[in-house]
C-alpha cells in the first residue's frame, strides 16, 4: 500500500502568515503595485514606492516567505516577482469561517433575547435594543 500523501500546509498557519504579510503598509503597498502593474523587478517597485530597493527587497523576501509572491527569471538575470492568490484564499476562508461562527453565536444569542421579551420581564417598559 503506498504511504499516505503528505498533508497540506496547515490553513491557519498559513493565514497567521498573511496577516502579518498584510500588517505593514509598505508590504500592503508592494501588493498593490503588483496588483495594478503585473510583476515587476524590486527596482521597477522602487522607482514606484517611496522606498529603496534595499527596503523592497526585504519586503518581497518577507511576501514571498508568506506565499503571497513568487520569484521568477527575467531579463538579464533580473528577477521579477509575481503576485500569488491562492494564500489570500486561504486567508479569506480563514476570516468567512470565522464571521460563520460569530454570526452563529449572535443570531443564537438574538433568539434567547427576543424569547426573553416579555412585560414581565422588562417591568420598566424599557426596550433598550
Known sequence: M????APGPDPEAVAEQVFVALA?????AVLAA????GPATATDLAARLPISRQAIAKHLTLLADAGLVTAEPG?????????????????QQFL???ARDWDDRLDALVAHLDSTDTPE????????R
Open 2 to 5: 503506498p504511504p499516505d500523501p
Open 24 to 28: 505593514d503598509p509598505t508590504r500592503r
Open 34 to 37: 503588483l496588483a495594478a502593474d
Open 75 to 91: 531579463e538579464r538575470r533580473r528577477v521579477r516577482f509575481r503576485l500569488r492568490s491562492a494564500p489570500m484564499r486561504v486567508a
Open 96 to 98: 468567512a469561517a470565522l
Open 121 to 128: 420581564n422588562d417591568p420598566g417598559g424599557h426596550h433598550d
